[in-house]
């Protein structure tokens, strides 16, 4: 019997097959919320800009449920879900300078060196972000770990499609609140890096 956990409604969702999902995004402002966890960034952040469309990417799919049904208890429609591997998903679904801003917060880092390529930010993902970036589009990477913003400002920085932001590598604790569970969890205990690119 297969169980159901995998098949639970997800409120606008998009499958990762979409072929009019080009549609949907066209000439809209649209926030990519990468690894979206359990959707408190897009739930601060969509009331506050009603003219935006999120599109919050999971690829645990009882992640993505919780977040879609949290965001549609507070009656947002400027959003879409998406199940699936970050990567795939860039590839997949966006076109070409279709995305104003990618945010990736508190990825997991895998620090050994031999996992690194299981991170989500590796120069393949890279590509594709600079890909679908509009010019001037912003890609934001916020982590605990500062060896991880270290490589994420040096790799990003290894792409001539990009400028950083910021007149350091990466910030740290710019903001005194950050609207993650993560944030919560663990800007007690360490800094909190920041990482910002825009897309040139």
């Given at each position: 019997?297969?169980?159901?956990?995998?098949?639970?409604?997800?409120?606008?969702?998009?499958?990762?097959?979409?072929?009019?999902?080009?549609?949907?995004?066209?000439?809209?402002?649209?926030?990519?919320?990468?690894?979206?966890?359990?959707?408190?960034?897009?739930?601060?952040?969509?009331?506050?800009?009603?003219?935006?469309?999120?599109?919050?990417?999971?690829?645990?799919?009882?992640?993505?449920?919780?977040?879609?049904?949290?965001?549609?208890?507070?009656?947002?429609?400027?959003?879409?879900?998406?199940?699936?591997?970050?990567?795939?998903?860039?590839?997949?679904?966006?076109?070409?300078?279709?995305?104003?801003?990618?945010?990736?917060?508190?990825?997991?880092?895998?620090?050994?060196?031999?996992?690194?390529?299981?991170?989500?930010?590796?120069?393949?993902?890279?590509?594709?972000?600079?890909?679908?970036?509009?010019?001037?589009?912003?890609?934001?990477?916020?982590?605990?770990?500062?060896?991880?913003?270290?490589?994420?400002?040096?790799?990003?920085?290894?792409?001539?499609?990009?400028?950083?932001?910021?007149?350091?590598?990466y910030l740290k604790d710019i903001y005194e609140e950050f609207p993650t569970l993560f944030y919560r969890k663990m800007s007690l205990l360490r800094h909190i890096n920041y990482v910002s690119f825009k897309r040139i």
């Open positions: 019997m297969i169980t159901s956990k995998y098949f639970q409604f997800i409120p606008n969702e998009v499958e990762i097959c979409d072929e009019d999902f080009d549609k949907r995004i066209e000439g809209k402002n649209v926030v990519i919320d990468m690894g979206c966890g359990h959707g408190d960034f897009m739930i601060e952040f969509a009331p506050k800009r009603p003219d935006t469309l999120f599109v919050g990417i999971e690829v645990m799919r009882k992640r993505a449920h919780k977040t879609g049904h949290r965001l549609a208890k507070r009656n947002l429609t400027n959003f879409h879900m998406i199940a699936s591997p970050g990567e795939k998903v860039l590839k997949t679904l966006f076109p070409a300078n279709s995305v104003d801003e990618i945010h990736i917060n508190f990825p997991e880092p895998w620090l050994r060196e031999r996992f690194w390529k299981t991170r989500i930010l590796k120069p393949t993902f890279i590509v594709q972000a600079a890909r679908i970036l509009k010019p001037g589009g912003i890609l934001n990477f916020v982590t605990d770990i500062e060896t991880y913003a270290k490589y994420a400002s040096w790799i990003i920085s290894r792409f001539p499609y990009f400028r950083n932001n910021y007149p350091e590598p």
